[in-house]
């Protein structure tokens, strides 16, 4: 079936410093992403929706100058989360939408396992 | 008012029992709705996706739609360990574009 990968599953870092989180579709290619994060035992809170080739599109109230999308091919999209704190710790999760729609006439979004934030 | 409203649980339920989830929502133009299961520090993982009102049977699974009431439901038969996790119900206007997540349902089924 259908994969999505996200790197690094899980990472530290000190207050101030950026960080990089991945999401491939390894066995399709994807129009779309979606950037979600989600607060212990809370649910789902869509960040971003990002479409290659374009700009992501933010929600409101997530600053797009802090969270920066690139969604540069059709199997990749980067989530850098820009001068990251404390408050910015939380569990980063990414789904993507296939290109075909045969694909996604039966699951519209696959979901990568996430990455774990945590800033000191 | 949340979009979607889910009970958060804990809900804990005897090995074998019917496990028995729902969701109420407030917006009518969702038309597309999912069940997805979520372990501890795992991606959500789709369980049932289902078009407007009606049932759907999978296995174990069982969700309904009554839009009229704006409510969904998931059960799940003969209750295994297995199943332990979080529950998540999430609902869209269309197919394709972004979802509406509830907050979850942690289920404990116990041996």
């Known amino acids: 079936g259908a994969v999505v990968s996200q790197h690094p599953s899980w990472v530290i870092c000190k207050s101030g410093t950026s960080v990089k989180i991945e999401c491939r579709s390894l066995?399709?290619?994807?129009?779309?992403m979606f950037w979600y994060r989600q607060f212990p035992k809370q649910s789902l809170m869509l960040m971003a929706t990002?479409?290659?080739?374009?700009?992501?599109?933010?929600e409101q109230g997530v600053e797009k100058d802090k969270f920066l999308i690139n969604h540069a091919s059709l199997t990749l999209s980067t989530l850098t989360v820009t001068s990251a704190h404390p408050e910015d710790s939380s569990f980063y999760i990414c789904s993507a939408r296939p290109r075909d729609r045969a694909e996604y006439s039966n699951q519209p979004q696959h979901f990568g396992d996430g990455t774990r934030l945590s800033i000191l | 008012q949340k979009e979607v409203e889910q009970d958060p649980g804990p809900l804990s339920v005897p090995e074998g029992a019917i496990v028995s989830l729902n969701c109420t929502y407030s917006n009518s133009a969702f038309q597309y709705f999912m069940w997805y299961r979520q372990y501890s520090r795992k991606g959500p993982e789709l369980l049932m996706y289902t078009y407007s009102s009606g049932n759907k049977e999978d296995g174990r699974f069982t969700a309904q739609v009554d839009k009229s009431s704006k409510y969904i439901s998931l059960f799940i038969r003969d209750s295994q360990p297995s199943d332990s996790a979080t529950y998540l119900c999430a609902m869209g206007e269309d197919s394709w574009g972004k979802l509406q997540f509830g907050a979850g349902t942690q289920v404990v089924v116990t041996p």
């Open positions: 990002s479409n290659e080739g374009s700009k992501a599109t933010y």
């Open positions: 066995d399709f290619q994807a129009t779309t």
